[in-house]
């Protein structure tokens, strides 16, 4: 009885796969082979290869997708721990979640109101004077702003994962004579790991097609393949590009994701 | 001398005081119990000698030196968690090789410590099986492995057995019986199962709300409980309000009977203890009190019987003689079954009474 029940219950979930998943990736698949014409062919493909533009914008991607990875990470774990620590943690983890239910084009705005010629750091620079700075449309505050807005995300899995250990394992190594620090390195970071990675993923994978954010707060001075898939599928309408470009991240976020995987290891010691 | 010392040693947390005034000594290659109820506070004070909290008062002493603040990390002191608390990302060697890692010892010294200690707990050839692959009670017999090989003074064993079913539970009792014998370390086990303190220790020592009610040898705690609540937390036993007539006499229900206390004031108003296996079933004429049987319980080795005697006393009999509810019984006993116990008398003045006629008599 329970075989056809359960395919009922089941058949919403699998009709939301098969519309919002698996048919936009066999339509982009399918896109990227597609030229200006509509003729079926592997050029896109070939100029993507070949042209230094469209690598250059590969490795700005992964790099810029690198720096705000690190950073937030090297945030988030400090301030993961912390909050864990805390009488009234669940308030704590409530501040941080609540960010992401604010709109990330307000959030970006917000930014530009702060890093802007006549933002509030500024205002302050002048105050103190030491005169006004660009600080929007850099690299830095690109950098910056795009790590404000990954930081939950880094920050949960970090979080649910350290607060998951049992407080006698802390007993447990302090007794059989570890340190602090020996404690953090043979326990804590070993079974916090798996959170690790998973924050990870949460962040460099969406950092990889910024798109939004690389126009607004890095005035276009970083170009990555977001971007790159947007000009062409707003713009010049060369859709087949666009997806190839797509098809090309789809597989580098698969990279990222078997990079960090390493449950199936267990990650465990010889 | 003594290892380990608590030398009036006070616990708060908040206003919530948990342990009030705690004193005693530990002496080296014993089998101490800290038995008592749950929220007696038993995990605390293993937690002030492993070092994972500091007493508000008091001292503690550790081969002679103050240790009240000294970390947990460099006590001699190892300790077996209640829940195991097993590092779930290494195996068995790995969990048990944690200690000795961590002082840098020599890898062949380690394979041979570890191979030892696992052959100890009679885990030998599982040293390279992962956490989940044991059951509960080997999963226990690693966590003492894991304590035992860094050869601590004193090891901690917080309720170590109580998730074991019984037949395991009984198994391991021995055993760590036996491994205290063999290895000479002292061992300090908390229980709140009074039949498991009774089995296995040298001492036991009775904690009731903050306070040690009393310590002493499991038979010395059976046989001479001091107050109303060991006698009833330790063992069955009937209590019952009497009177002392003199040295050697006590009056229950109005009728004066032989017993081997003294030291009290005559007229006092006492408490005594019988143990319901020295109790026994006889005609009411032969019977030193009478009785009235109420319920009868088979519990496989013997009966257990409920009466209540003319002045309305519930009185609990151990028997392996069955006999009929409703039916009228004598109750008889030996002088020496009885048990007499002051009220608030502390253990202090219980040993010095003791002493006083035990001289005479003797
Ligand atoms: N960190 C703490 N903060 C506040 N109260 C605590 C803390 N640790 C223990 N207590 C309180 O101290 C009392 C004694 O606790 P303890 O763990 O020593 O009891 P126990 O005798 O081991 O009981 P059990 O047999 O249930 O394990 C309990 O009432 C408990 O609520
Ligand atoms: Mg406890």
């Known amino acids: 009885m329970s075989e056809k029940k359960h395919l009922f219950f089941a058949l919403p979930y699998y009709l939301w796969l098969a519309l919002f998943v698996i048919a936009p990736l066999v339509l982009i698949f399918y896109q990227s082979f597609l030229n200006l014409h509509g003729q079926f062919t592997v050029q896109n493909y070939l100029d993507f290869a070949q042209s230094s533009v469209y690598l250059k914008m590969t490795f700005n991607s992964v790099w810029y997708a690198f720096l705000i990875t690190g950073l937030t990470l090297i ?32 959030k970006t705005y917000a930014f530009i109101g702060i890093l802007g010629e006549k933002g509030s750091i500024n205002t302050f620079l002048r105050f103190i004077g030491l005169g006004s700075h660009q600080l929007l449309f850099t690299d830095a505050s690109f950098i910056l702003v795009a790590a404000y807005i990954e930081l939950p995300f880094m920050i949960l899995p970090i979080y649910n994962a350290i607060v998951a250990i049992k407080p006698s394992l802390i007993n447990a190594s302090l007794d059989l004579g570890a340190s602090r620090f ?74 990222v994701m078997l990079l960090t995987d390493d449950s199936k290891k267990g990650g465990r010691a010889k | ?89 290494l195996n068995v060697f790995e969990n048990i090789a944690f ?23 009679h885990l030998a050839g599982y040293a390279h099986r992962e956490l989940d692959e044991l059951s509960g009670g080997q999963k226990q017999r690693v966590a003492i492995a894991r304590a035992i090989v860094n050869r601590p003074k004193v090891l901690l064993l917080d309720e170590a057995l109580s998730a074991l079913d019984h037949k395991l539970r009984k198994e391991m009792q021995s055993e760590l019986r036996q491994l205290q014998r063999q290895l000479g370390i002292t061992f300090i086990f908390v229980t709140h199962d ?31 409980p001091l107050n109303h609540f060991v006698a009833d937390f ?87 003689h069955k006999t009929t509810v409703g039916k009228q019984i004598g109750i008889t006993f030996d002088p020496e079954d009885i048990h007499v116990m002051r009220k ?19």
């Open chain 2, 1 to 89: 001398m003594a290892i380990l010392k608590f030398e009036g040693v006070k616990k708060q947390f908040g206003d919530n005081v948990i342990l009030k005034d705690i004193n005693f000594e530990i002496e080296e290659g014993k089998f101490y119990t800290i038995l008592g109820p749950s929220g007696s506070g038993k995990t605390t004070i293993l937690r002030l000698i492993a070092g994972f909290d500091y007493p508000n008062g008091g001292s503690i002493y550790f081969a002679g030196k103050q240790i009240n603040q000294l970390p947990a990390n460099q006590r001699q002191v190892n300790t077996v968690f209640q829940d195991y608390a097993l590092f779930p990302n």
């Open chain 2, 234 to 320: 330790i063992g069955e036993s009937n209590i019952i309000p009497a009177t002392m007539v003199r040295d050697f006499a006590v009056a229950i229900n109005g009728k004066e009977f032989i017993c081997v206390d003294a030291g009290i004031t005559p007229g006092e108003q006492v408490e005594v203890v019988l143990r319901p296996e020295d109790l026994d079933i006889t005609t009411v004429e032969k019977g030193k009190l009478t009785a009235t049987v109420d319920s009868q319980l088979f519990r496989g080795v013997d009966y257990q019987i409920m009466v209540h005697d003319t002045d309305g006393h519930e009185w609990k009999i151990n028997s392996i």
């Open chain 2, 344 to 362: 608030n008398e502390t253990q202090a003045e219980f040993d010095a009474r003791l002493e006083s006629y035990q001289g005479v008599e003797a």
């Open chain 2, 99 to 121: 200690g000795l890692r961590l002082k840098r010892m020599k890898k062949k010294e380690i394979q041979l410590r570890v191979q030892e200690a696992l052959a100890l707990v």
């Open chain 1, 75 to 106: 945030i988030a774990y400090p301030v993961a721990y912390i909050i864990a620590q805390f009488k009234s943690r669940d308030f704590w983890l409530a501040l941080v979640i609540l960010p992401t239910w604010i709109n990330l084009l307000l």
């Open chain 1, 182 to 255: 020996q404690t953090f390195r043979r326990v804590i970071w070993p079974l916090t790991k798996n959170g690790v990675a998973a924050g990870i993923q949460a962040v460099f994978i969406p950092s990889l097609s910024l798109f939004m954010i690389t126009r607004l707060i890095g005035g276009n001075r970083v170009i990555t393949l977001g971007t790159a898939i947007e000009e062409h599928f707003l713009t010049t309408q060369n859709w087949g590009m666009g997806s190839t470009i797509g098809v090309v991240l789809v597989v580098a976020m698969l990279i």
């Open chain 2, 194 to 224: 009074q039949e498991e303190a009774l089995a296995m220790s040298d001492q036991i020592m009775i904690i009731n709300e903050g306070l040690i009610e009393q310590s002493g040898s499991p038979v010395d705690i059976y046989d001479e």
